[in-house]
């Protein structure tokens, strides 16, 4: 089996585990005791903070461990807007950031407060200007993620830092995906991470505040982590995380090389024709070094998954067809892009290039087949027939259906004919400008129907 989802959660590091195995006959005790034992989990975890600290960037008394990535995030915009609260209550974030953060800007609207987000290119980056456009009199914190987990596009920390800095206001970067590859540019004021993206245990985060930056902690007063972080630390957790966030950066140079030429072998296969009907997004030059993400035209999300695992790929997905949840991805409909059809491929360390060279042996047939079933068209245009217009109605199908029956038709309409697809779902909406702009058509826009909506689309090939 091939797991490619290391952006989701690494496998456990070899560091990791001989640290954790180690910790856990020297790190039992309250450190916070005076006793021989107290002594010894206290020095381990003072170590384990200089280590995380050194790797940040920062100062060990400026970092604290969480119980997790998402809880750092939490207690990192709750702690800066309420030390911050005589500025105002309004949060700056790209359009794109982690979920844990989206919810705490809900949770601050909910309350109150309010927030902009910061629309992205279809690269999925913000620009700097614009993110700085955003930025209020009564804005108490910015938030911008180091690179987006999804796509793997690095967002611009530094000049984005520069501005927020110019206006006073603080930067929260979360650096989930990237702290294991290197550190985050400079001028960041608080700083979020989680270990098992790395290869360190779940259920550790970290939570970086510069001195000078107001943070007031929520919740009851808690006198463990500087106050910023409740409960009793789990110090075999917190020592083996970072023990392995320092071996990883220690070789980080090295297979960021190695895995960034099988992910350029991946996105110029995908991307050259492997598989017809493709759209790899994401920046193709300033992105993580194991990411890759493509969108599939007429493809169910989530059943291209299970058959990927069935051939023994662990893969992940951003579609709006996938798990639980039947919404379209939020980064993929900020960036515009193709939400169906949509896998994410996140290569751990020491992944090798015959099992790249397998996956891209298994994709198109496996593509192939879930298109067969869905009824897809194939690649090839039919020839035109003299109806000028047709309506297509998809009501009451999900996606990728209504791009499928749009495929269908396209060709029996002359160019300059229209084809209206009627549709009630949300993934119509973001999926068929998106088809349009891959097949070179045009899309008219969206009209309103007596059920769901009506989207146009003019042939002009």
């Not at 989990?41 to 995380?52: T, V, Y």
């Not at 709006?320 to 409909?333: D, F, G, I, Q």
């Not at 309506?391 to 209206?420: Q, S, Y």
């Amino acid at each position: 089996m091939s797991y490619f989802d290391a952006a989701s959660s690494a496998p456990l590091h070899p560091v990791a585990r001989q640290a954790l195995l180690a910790s856990l006959d020297e790190g039992w005790a309250d450190p916070a005791r005076l006793y021989r034992e107290g002594r010894r989990a206290g020095l381990l975890l003072d170590a384990a903070r200089e280590a995380a600290a050194e790797a940040v960037g920062c100062r060990p008394d400026e970092l604290v461990f969480t119980s997790s990535g998402t809880r750092a995030v939490h207690s990192a915009i709750a702690g800066a807007l309420s030390g911050r609260r005589r500025v105002g209550r309004h949060l700056v974030l790209s359009a794109v950031e982690h979920s844990s953060v989206l919810h705490a800007a809900a949770a601050l609207e909910a309350a109150g407060g309010s927030f902009t987000e910061v629309p992205v290119d279809r690269s999925g980056a913000v620009d700097p200007s614009g993110f700085g456009a955003a930025l209020r009199a009564d804005t108490a914190l910015a938030c911008l993620q180091s690179a987006n987990h999804e796509v793997g596009t690095e967002q611009p920390v530094a000049g984005t830092a520069e501005i927020c800095a110019a206006a006073g206001v603080p930067l929260l970067v979360d650096a989930a995906q990237s702290l294991g590859w290197g550190p985050v540019p400079d001028g960041w004021s608080l700083l979020t991470a989680s270990a098992h993206k790395w290869g360190g245990p779940a259920g550790v985060g970290l939570l970086a505040v510069r001195k000078g930056v107001r943070f007031a902690p929520q919740g009851p007063a808690d006198e463990r982590e500087s106050g910023r972080a409740a409960g009793f630390e789990n110090i075999p957790a917190v020592v083996a995380a970072a023990a392995s966030l320092r071996a990883v950066r220690a070789g980080a140079a090295e297979e960021s090389v190695r895995l960034r030429a099988l992910v350029d072998r991946i996105r110029a296969a995908v991307g050259g024709g492997l598989v017809p009907d493709v759209e790899v997004v994401g920046d193709a030059v300033r992105r993580l070094p194991h990411l890759v993400t493509f969108s599939c035209l007429y493809v169910d999300g989530e059943t291209l998954l299970h058959e990927l695992d069935r051939a023994e790929f662990s893969v992940s997905s951003g579609s709006s067809c996938t798990s639980s949840t039947l919404t379209p991805s939020h980064v993929l409909k900020a960036m515009g892009v193709l939400t169906e059809g949509n896998i994410r491929v996140s290569l751990p360390y020491g992944t090798t290039a015959a099992e790249v060279d397998r996956f891209l042996a298994v994709l198109p047939g496996v593509v192939a087949g879930v298109r067969e079933r869905l009824g897809a068209p194939s690649s090839a245009t039919p020839s035109p027939a003299p109806r000028a217009s047709l309506v297509v109605d998809a009501l009451g199908r999900r996606c990728p259906v209504p791009v499928i029956e749009l495929a269908k038709v396209i060709g029996e309409v002359p160019v300059g004919g229209t084809v209206t697809v009627l549709a009630d779902d949300e993934a119509a909406r973001l999926d068929i400008p998106a088809w349009c702009e891959m097949r070179e058509q045009e899309y008219v826009g969206e009209e309103p129907a007596d059920r769901g909506s009506a989207y146009v689309v003019r042939r002009l090939l």
